[in-house]
């Protein structure tokens, strides 16, 4: 799979960094927390959220070395209170979080739908929780972009990559069976208007079209984007976010005293 641009990211993701505002209020926090933001990306949220953190520390996680770099220059005032970790999701072990584990709390904001097993997503993020650590993210949500994938679709191809975008149901039960409970899972739709055709053809370039376009010739990705853009009625897309609150249960008996496998 091809990296993120994360300069490009940082510069493009106002949506994502005000409905990150928006599920970061959700999050309880008294300050001294360890909070594990998973899938921070360049860290504009990751900054909200260590503002929130004046004792506290956070585990900026993200796959993606480009979007870490960028992100270690946006947190350079803090970096005493982060932690770093380069990882897929899929592979999160509690040995990578060293003295930062277990967590308080685990944050995700527009990530969990670029990751496509929810059953080992839920598994992994619980092994790093303490028992009653809250976990809060927003993600895609069944029918999310729905128009915006049927514009790609009506120029004869399906947009290529891997995405899951789950529905309520799939997701409550997943978390339970992952052992969280208070689940509380919700959708709202977020249909997002761009300044002009522009700024929407850079945004579905850096981000919703990002591992199409790294399937064609560079001199034909920015046509392809254009085209699609050109398909839709407005510069809108139709987001659709899956919200989740809910909390590690406390029956957990892992023993966090005792020193971890590496
Ligand atoms: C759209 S960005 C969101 C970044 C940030 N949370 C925000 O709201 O601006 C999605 C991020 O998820 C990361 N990501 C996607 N799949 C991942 C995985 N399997 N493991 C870890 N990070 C992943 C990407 O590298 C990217 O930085």
Redesign the pocket.
């Known amino acids: 799979m091809t ?2 641009d ?1 300069a490009a ?1 940082d510069r493009l ?1 106002d949506p ?2 005000r ?2 505002r928006a599920v970061l209020s959700r999050l309880e926090l008294q300050g001294s927390e360890t909070v594990l ?10 900054k909200a959220l260590l503002d929130r953190l004046p004792r506290g520390r956070v585990v900026a ?4 070395s ?3 770099s960028k992100a270690r220059s946006r947190l350079s005032e803090r970096l005493a209170q982060v932690r770093f970790v380069q ?6 072990e509690p040995a990578m979080l060293g003295d930062d584990m277990p967590v308080d709390a685990v944050f ?4 969990f739908h ?3 097993d929810h059953d080992v ?1 839920f598994a992994n993020l619980a092994s790093v929780m303490r028992p009653g650590a809250q976990l809060v993210a927003q993600c895609g949500a069944e029918g999310n972009i729905k128009q915006l994938l049927e514009a790609v679709r009506s120029l004869g191809v399906k947009r290529a990559g891997t995405w899951l975008y789950p529905s309520v149901a799939d997701t409550e039960a997943r978390l339970r069976s992952a052992g969280f409970t208070e689940v509380q899972v919700w959708t709202n739709a977020e249909p997002t208007l761009f300044a002009d055709r522009t700024v929407l053809v850079d945004f579905l370039e850096v ?1 919703c079209l990002r591992e199409h376009v790294a399937t064609l010739p560079p001199a034909m990705r920015r046509d392809f984007v254009e085209r699609v853009a050109a398909k839709m009625a407005e510069p809108v897309i139709d987001y659709v976010r899956l919200n989740i609150v809910a909390r590690k249960s406390e029956d957990d008996e892992t023993d966090w005293t005792m020193p971890l496998e590496t």
């Open positions: 990296d993120w994360g990211y993701a994502q960094a409905w990150g933001d998973a899938g921070c990306g360049s860290g504009r949220v990751t996680l993200d796959a993606s480009s979007m870490l990882s897929d999701l899929l592979k999160l995700s904001t527009a990530t670029w990751v496509t997503l981000v």
